[in-house]
Structure formats: structure tokens, C-alpha cells
């Protein structure tokens, strides 16, 4: 359903929503609404223009909300029309968060949130291909977790594909959920190594922030408790292009009159509330998961690497990883906690990805691997690679894990390698 429009400096909006199951398996239970929108260059809004499909990070996270004509963005509209889609639970699509899931029980929580991963989100992104682009063919670009579900989109509906350009987001097929974050923390690991050689007082600095936060209670400015697991969490920014810088600006300026400033305690808020994406927390080990429990894996590995512990000195930062206890101290996770631990031992994950299909695959396919990506492990990406028929990967060790956003030359590459160009 066409919601209507608007216009934006150089862009033409416009906003569709569609109707569909909760479960896709029981098409006449609860009905849910997924969110999108389209996006085109104002003088090309009446050309039959090709679609092109994005599936952003997270999971999740709402898709994004464009302000102009720039980036990569700016690029695909050249030639395509955009559509930024809300996936199911997040934006304007209908909201799966403490206050939408308050009058369920855990079970009945857990039961509803596994209805929610890349499986879902394909069917649903068929409903929309159906309704809005007529049902033709069409590109899709994933970011990070989107190539995941691009991934799962090619096992199972490649039928709605015309091509498929993946940048930081070729899925660990057939590895472990283990395997991964053991893989992820030895390259946080490196990237702190590479943080310490260019901010050698760093490393004094948060030790003494460490030392503050496990001596004393203190608070964030929500009233959560600040931990040294917490604190350990602004880890999470160094795969970024400029993480080491904001994490090092924000060392430099930790101490306020022998406490710890504001600014700090607002931007560890910032960096670890799952306020604004509960689904994230909820659903993360799961997107690893094919047919087995994860049973807080990330805490697992985590527990077999001492210099990861609370008390090392020196303290290492962590990355990507959900653990149980942020749904201790993050109190818009905490009415989820129950349902959380549910979903942990949950063993009845299907499959997300279809090997046979995908080693027949005829979907053109371009795919950006960030050699030093510290979110998605490059060697399992390249494995990937080797299973998926007419994949043409790109390897590179000159951008890291949001190269997407911060250089346009990436999507202009994968279009060039899509079409056999380059």
C-alpha cells in the first residue's frame, strides 16, 4: 500500500507499507506491517526505472533515513530507484520492544521473537517486491548483517533477484557459532593492539577509568550502572574507520574534578544502550544459528580468554558480542531478560542457508571483503565465497567494515563487478 510522499534537496520520497504474517508458515495468523521507503532522483520519478533493494546492518536496526543525495546512496540513484526498508520489528514497521511485548509472558516473548530473523525478512521482502515493483526482478545491496540476508535470499527466493552486491556481509556458512566470535575477538584484539601503537596513553587511561568504575558506584545518566564489562563494551566502535579516534577523544577527556565527566558517561551510554534497538540484543547470537541452541556463545568464548576478564590489567576492550548480563544492567533489555535466555537455549532454528542451492546459484553476485573487517570474519567470508556459484569476490585490506558509507567508489566497484565490468 502507497502511504504518500515527500520531497528532500535532490531526492523524491516515497512511503509504502505491507501487510503481512507474523509467521510465514501460518499465513491466517496475526498480521504484521513492514515499512519502506523509495527513493529516486526527482527528475527520473516517472522512468521505468530497475529497483534496487537495500538491506542495511543490525539486526535489528531501522533502515536508513536519508537527508540528501550523497554516498552511495547518491550513486545508485542514478540509475535505480532505492528502497530502504524498515525490516520487520524495527522503524515504522511494526515494533517488537519492552513496551510492544509487555502484556506477553517469556515464552509467549521468545516464541513471537523468533519469527523475526533473515528467513522472515526475505518473504517479506518478496511481499514487497510484489507490491511495489510488480513483481520484477531486483538488485539488492546488503550492508553487514543485510548480506546475511541477502545470503538467505539467494538459498531461498532467487527467483526475485537480478543481481546481489554484499559489502562487509558475507555470512560465516558452516562455521560454528563459536567459531565466529572466537574469530572476532582475536581482530578486536588487533585493532586494540593498533590503537595502543598510535595512543600509547590510552592504555593507562582506561585502566584508571576501570579502577574508578569497579571501586565506586556510578551511574549513567538513564540510572544504569556503569560496570567494567560495560565500560569494556566501547570496544564495539573500533572496527569503524575512525573508532580508534573516538575512542581515544573520549580517553582524553574522561576525568572531570576527580570524577569521571559527563561526557564520558553520556557517550558509554550512547555506545551501549540498546534503547533504540532491543531486537539487536535479542536476536544476535541467532543470526549464526542453523538448527542448534547458541547458549550464549559470545559468554562462552569470552569466559576461555583470561585477558578478556573484568579484572586484567591492562583491560581489554570488547567488540560485537551480546552477553547476559547486559540485560542485568540495561534497563530497557531487562524486561526481555527472561525471554532472552529462552531464545538461548532455543534448539529448533531451520536452516538459513541452502548450500545446494547456493553451490547452483545463477544470480549474479558482487561481494566486498574487508580483509581487516573486525565484525565479520574475513577467512569464513572468502570461504562463503568458494560455495556460492557466479560469485565474484573483491578482497580489499584499504577499507574497513563500513567502507560502504564512508567511500562510494565501493558500490560503484560492485555494480562494475555485478555486471561483469571490472
Not at 10 to 36: M, N, R, S
Amino acid at each position: 500500500m502507497r502511504l504518500g510522499g515527500y520531497r528532500l534537496p535532490g531526492l523524491q520520497v516515497v512511503e509504502h507499507e505491507v501487510t503481512v504474517p507474523l509467521d510465514h508458515d501460518a499465513p491466517k495468523g496475526e498480521q504484521i506491517t513492514v515499512y519502506a521507503r523509495e527513493v529516486v532522483a526527482p527528475r527520473k520519478r516517472d522512468q521505468d526505472l530497475p529497483w534496487l533493494l537495500y538491506l542495511g546492518g543490525g539486526p535489528g536496526v531501522a533502515g536508513p533515513r536519508p537527508t540528501g543525495r550523497s554516498g552511495w546512496l547518491g550513486r545508485a540513484l542514478k540509475d535505480h530507484r532505492v528502497l530502504l526498508l524498515d525490516q520487520r520489528g524495527t522503524g515504522r514497521s511494526t515494533a517488537q520492544t519492552r513496551q510492544t511485548l509487555a502484556g506477553l509472558t517469556p515464552a509467549e516473548q521468545a516464541r513471537r521473537l523468533t519469527c523475526f530473523r533473515a528467513d522472515s525478512i526475505v518473504r517479506d521482502a518478496e511481499a514487497l517486491r510484489r507490491e511495489v515493483a510488480g513483481d520484477r526482478p531486483w538488485t539488492v545491496l546488503g550492508q553487514s548483517y543485510g548480506g546475511f540476508v541477502a545470503t538467505t535470499y539467494l538459498s531461498t527466493a532467487p527467483e526475485g533477484l537480478e543481481r546481489v552486491l554484499i559489502t562487509a556481509g558475507l555470512p560465516p556458512v558452516g562455521r560454528t557459532v563459536d567459531e565466529v566470535y572466537r574469530a572476532t575477538a582475536a581482530r578486536v584484539g588487533e585493532r586494540w593492539e593498533r590503537h595502543q601503537d598510535r595512543y600509547a596513553g590510552d592504555t593507562a587511561r582506561l585502566d584508571a577509568v576501570a579502577d574508578h568504575v569497579a571501586a565506586h558506584d556510578v551511574r549513567l545518566p538513564s540510572g544504569d550502572p556503569l560496570t567494567v564489562p560495560r565500560l569494556q563494551q566501547l570496544g564495539m566502535t573500533l572496527g569503524y574507520a575512525d573508532g580508534l579516534e573516538q575512542l581515544h577523544h573520549l580517553l582524553e577527556t574522561a576525568w572531570a574534578g576527580g570524577e569521571l565527566s559527563d561526557a564520558l558517561l553520556v557517550a558509554v551510554e550512547d555506545a551501549t544502550s540498546f534503547a533504540t534497538r532491543p531486537l539487536y540484543a535479542v536476536l544476535h547470537e541467532s543470526i549464526y544459528c542453523d538448527g542448534a541452541a547458541s547458549r550464549w556463545a559470545a559468554q562462552r568464548v569470552r569466559d576461555e580468554l583470561p585477558e578478556l576478564s573484568p579484572d586484567a590489567r591492562p583491560l581489554r576492550p570488547t567488540g560485537e558480542a551480546v552477553y547476559p548480563w547486559m540485560f542485568e544492567v540495561d534497563r530497557t533489555l531487562a524486561p526481555l531478560r527472561e525471554a532472552a535466555w529462552l531464545l538461548a537455549a532455543y534448539d529448533e532454528w531451520p536452516a538459513l542457508y541452502d548450500r545446494d542451492r547456493l553451490a547452483a546459484n545463477q544470480v549474479p553476485v558482487a561481494a566486498a571483503i574487508f580483509h581487516d573487517d573486525m565484525y565479520v570474519e574475513s577467512a569464513f567470508s572468502m570461504e562463503t565465497a568458494r560455495t556460492i556459484g557466479n560469485v565474484r569476490p573483491w578482497v580489499t585490506n584499504e577499507l574497513g567494515h563500513d567502507g560502504l558509507r564512508t567511500d562510494a567508489r565501493v558500490i560503484e566497484r560492485l555494480l562494475a563487478v555485478a555486471a561483469g565490468e571490472a
